[in-house]
């Protein structure tokens, strides 16, 4: 029988990726959503996000969140909050609820670099204790939600994912448009490492967790080259052979996008020390690779 994996933030842009990889790998898709039902062709079966039912999947892939890049309000902060800890809480809660025999083996639960705050040019790998702020706070919740799956026998993966790149993600499509108008800009004193990956490399990462018996914990979803911003914005700009002379100062960030703004310019170097030393190989390592494979015509 074909093994059925339930995916929640399906809806989503890595979600729609990760179903699509899924299913080319012969398994079944299970999607989970608030209101999007219908609305990804590789799912077999749609559920409802909130009213959990994790009867008959062989694992679960939680990529559910409200997206941070919108102003830190305290009303937005709740929806955070709620989408990342009380999901995973919830999902926690409804694992610890069903008898062994039931019960999904394995669960891949979302995080990310914001995790490490802001470390100018420390290398961080999984071992690295947190950074201080909002978003490093949120992570280290996140995390620390799914506290209590271990008793159940569950394999709890956590990804601590940077910046993905790929074709219908809010960041790549809008860096794309802006650069290729010639309004690409350096963030600040562009110094600081930005960790991304591409979304190819991370949903491989994902499945390969997935299906890596040995695996469990948190992995860096990043890839093995981390580049600086003003690398980033120079090799962006050489790909499209456009200028990008400008400089958006910290300060009109912080104006713009609030809260959000500082974390544009803080530093996270991140190196996916536990995907390497398992044996995951990156298709995309470098930023040259993904950017060559990103500017092909779809
Ligand atoms: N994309 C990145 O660069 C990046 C970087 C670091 C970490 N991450 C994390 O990776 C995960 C997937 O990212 P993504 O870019 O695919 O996100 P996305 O496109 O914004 O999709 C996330 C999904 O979460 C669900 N969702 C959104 N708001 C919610 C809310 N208030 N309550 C409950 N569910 C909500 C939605 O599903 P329904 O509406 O169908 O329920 C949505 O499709 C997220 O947890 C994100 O924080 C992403």
């Not at 842009?13 to 989970?32: E, H, I």
């Not at 609820?97 to 995080?111: E, G, I, L, Q, T």
């Not at 990156?282 to 040259?288: A, G, M, S």
């Amino acid at each position: 029988m074909k093994q059925r994996y339930g995916v929640i933030g399906v809806t989503g842009f890595v979600g729609r990726y990760v179903a699509r990889a899924l299913a080319s790998r012969g398994y079944d898709v299970v999607g989970f959503s608030r209101s999007g039902v219908g609305r990804v062709p590789e799912v077999c079966e749609w559920r409802r996000s909130g009213a959990w039912d994790f009867s008959s999947l062989d694992g679960l892939i939680n990529l559910s969140g409200e997206r941070v890049d919108q102003r830190w309000t305290e009303k937005n902060k709740r929806k955070f909050e709620a989408s990342r800890i009380g999901v995973t809480q919830e999902i926690v809660a409804t694992l610890q609820s069903m008898s062994d025999h039931d019960r999904p083996k394995v669960w891949v639960n979302a995080s990310a670099v914001g995790f490490y705050g802001d470390r100018a040019d420390e290398i961080c790998t999984e071992g690295s204790p947190p950074g201080t702020g909002y978003l490093a706070q949120l992570c280290l919740d996140w995390e620390a939600a799914t506290k209590g799956i271990e008793e159940t026998g569950v394999r709890c993966v956590m990804v601590r994912i940077g910046m993905v790149l790929g074709r219908g993600g809010m960041a790549w499509d809008r860096l794309r448009l802006a650069f290729a108008w010639g309004g690409g800009a350096q963030l600040g004193s562009g110094r600081q490492w930005m960790p991304w990956i591409h979304v190819d490399d991370l949903t491989a990462g994902i499945i390969w967790s997935i299906e890596q018996n040995s695996i469990s914990g948190v992995v860096n979803g990043v890839a093995t080259e981390p580049v600086t911003n003003r690398d980033f914005t120079r090799q962006l700009a050489r790909a499209l052979r456009r200028p990008a002379p400008w400089i958006a100062p910290g300060w009109v960030l912080r104006g713009i996008f609030g809260e959000f703004g500082s974390f544009l310019t803080s530093s996270q170097r991140v190196a996916p020390k536990r995907w390497i030393d398992a044996g995951f190989v990156f298709r995309y390592p470098t930023l040259d690779l993904a950017l060559a494979e990103l500017l092909q015509k779809p």
